[in-house]
Structures are given as C-alpha cells and as structure tokens.
C-alpha cells in the first residue's frame, strides 16, 4: 500500500482514551465537523482551561537554552497563558471559581520555581510540532501524540520522557500514555528512552519514576486498539454503549443539540464551547 497520511488513520492517547470511553464520544471529539464552519469541536472546562495554562507554560521551556528558561518569570508567562482562557473561554461560572483554579495553576508555577529539577537540565526538542510515525503501513495507521518534555541524559546519552499532570487524580496504571510516548519517541529520533515519569505538579516537587513500558507489549496493545478505531470507522459504527448517553457523550450530544454557549475559535481552528450554564460574562 502507498503511504499517504490524509487518508490513513490516525490515533493518539486521547483519541484512543475516548474511543473506550465512549465511541459515540470518539466520533464527536475527533471525527464531526460542524457542517457551517467546517470545524471540529471542543468543550471547554475549567479543569481543561487549567492545565492548558500551565502546559503552554511549562512546554514552551525546553526550546529554550537552560540560562534563559527563567529569564522571564514564569508568573509572568502565566498570567499571559491564562489570558487565553480567562471568563468564559475557559468554562468558568463566575469569578469566584476561575479565581479558585487560576489559584491552584500559580501554586504549581510556584512550585517549578522552587524545584525546577529537569527544567535546568539540557532537554531535546523534537522537530515535529506534533511527532508522528507509521505504528503501521499495511494497515494505513499512524501514532501520534504531543510529549511534554524529553530530558537529556547526559551519562547514557538517552532520554528521559516527562508528563506534566495538572489534574488531582494519578494516571491509571493501565494508562496507554506512557506506551505510545516511548514508541513515539523511539521512532522519531535517535536517543533510547530509559526513564518515564509523572510530575503531578500539585503535589510533588520531583518527577515520579514509574516502570518503563517493553516496546513490543506497547505496540500489541496500541495496534490491537487501534484496528479496532480502524474498523469503526470504515463501518462507521459509533455507538454509546448506554441507550439514553453515557457521560462522557452526552455534554457534546448537548452542542449538537444547541444546548451550550460557544464561545469562540481554538488555535487548531475548533469551535469551542461551554456548558449552558456557562454563558459569557
């Protein structure tokens, strides 16, 4: 088969995240196109606006050389971030609660600022903005997936995969994340990867080893899903496995519906939304 990725399928942790959530989410995140803009859509809440902040800000370090990271505050990096997603284009209610989560993001700067471990250490940005690969050219599937950041081990000359989690809750342990990073990263560049870690930023002052996950197991799991994404969409079978809506679907069914408030256009060309109740202030 020739390889052409405009027609191959693509999938990534969040994609494949929210075809086993719900594959009549899937369809609504990341196939529908609103018919009068073209565009795909997104609802916006609070938590999401949250980490958005803090990962623009984090992220943005590691094209930076290591004695120019903190030349500029990076409370003043978040305070630019968080423009971005103030009022309503963040799904807040009211000031009270866009000020209880702006709040938790400055405690997490704050936090980096004190113990910047990693973040003064040589990284590797990769070329691609968002890093791709074939997981499979018979089958027309590509892997893809934006990774926070890559340390640079200068002992082993390898490389050290780092997730930012801004959320209050630990990645599940059979979390694909990890999985698609360590291919990802093995198939799009040169170094070996030798250590993954969790930084949940709310808590922990240092990055969180967990095991590192054997490349072969990764592909098995990730190709088996992702056949699986491949065949719904060729019979275009997106069902929510409950009659009335699951909770993961219904909140997007409600856009369809016109039950929700947009909000305006995302920087990848998405019509964003809030809940009804989240009209614009």
């Known amino acids: 088969m020739v390889k052409d990725k405009y027609s191959a399928v693509w999938v990534s942790h969040s994609s494949i995240s929210d075809y086993l959530s719900c594959p009549r989410a899937y369809y609504l995140k990341n196939i529908y196109r609103d018919p009068k803009t073209n565009h795909k859509i997104v609802l916006m809440s609070p938590p999401l606006a949250l980490g958005q902040a803090v990962h623009e800000v984090v992220e943005s370090l590691s094209s930076l050389p290591v004695e120019e990271r903190f030349a500029i505050p990076l409370k003043v990096r978040y305070e630019t971030a968080w423009k971005k997603i103030a009022g309503s284009m963040g799904g807040f209610e009211n000031d009270e609660q866009e000020d209880r989560f702006k709040k938790r993001g400055t405690g997490m700067i704050e936090r980096i600022v004190k113990h910047p471990g990693p973040l003064m250490r040589k990284a590797i940005k990769l070329r691609q903005e968002l890093p791709y690969y074939w997981l499979s050219e018979e089958d027309n599937i590509i892997l893809c997936g934006k990774i926070d950041w890559l340390e640079?081990?200068?002992?082993?000359?390898?490389?050290?995969?780092?997730?930012?989690?801004?959320?209050?809750?630990?990645?599940?342990?059979?979390?694909?994340?990890?999985?698609?990073?360590?291919?990802?990263?093995?198939?799009?560049?040169?170094?070996?990867?030798?250590?993954?870690?969790?930084?949940?930023?709310?808590?922990?002052?240092?990055?969180?080893?967990?095991?590192?996950?054997?490349?072969?197991?990764?592909?098995?799991?990730?190709?088996?899903?992702?056949?699986?994404?491949?065949?719904?969409?060729?019979?275009?079978?997106?069902?929510?496995?409950?009659?009335?809506?699951?909770?993961?679907?219904?909140?997007?069914?409600?856009?369809?519906?016109?039950?929700?408030?947009?909000?305006?256009?995302?920087?990848?060309?998405?019509?964003i939304y809030v809940p009804e109740k989240s009209a614009v202030r």
């Open 152 to 271: 640079y081990l200068e002992d082993s000359d390898s490389v050290h995969i780092i997730d930012f989690k801004t959320g209050k809750f630990d990645e599940d342990g059979s979390s694909l994340q990890l999985p698609i990073y360590v291919l990802l990263v093995d198939h799009t560049q040169s170094r070996k990867v030798t250590k993954v870690s969790y930084w949940y930023l709310d808590r922990d002052d240092e990055p969180i080893a967990m095991t590192r996950p054997k490349e072969e197991d990764a592909y098995t799991r990730i190709m088996e899903l992702a056949r699986k994404i491949q065949l719904a969409r060729k019979l275009e079978h997106f069902k929510c496995p409950k009659s009335d809506g699951c909770r993961v679907c219904t909140p997007y069914e409600r856009i369809l519906k016109g039950d929700a408030t947009f909000v305006g256009v995302g920087g990848y060309s998405q019509d």
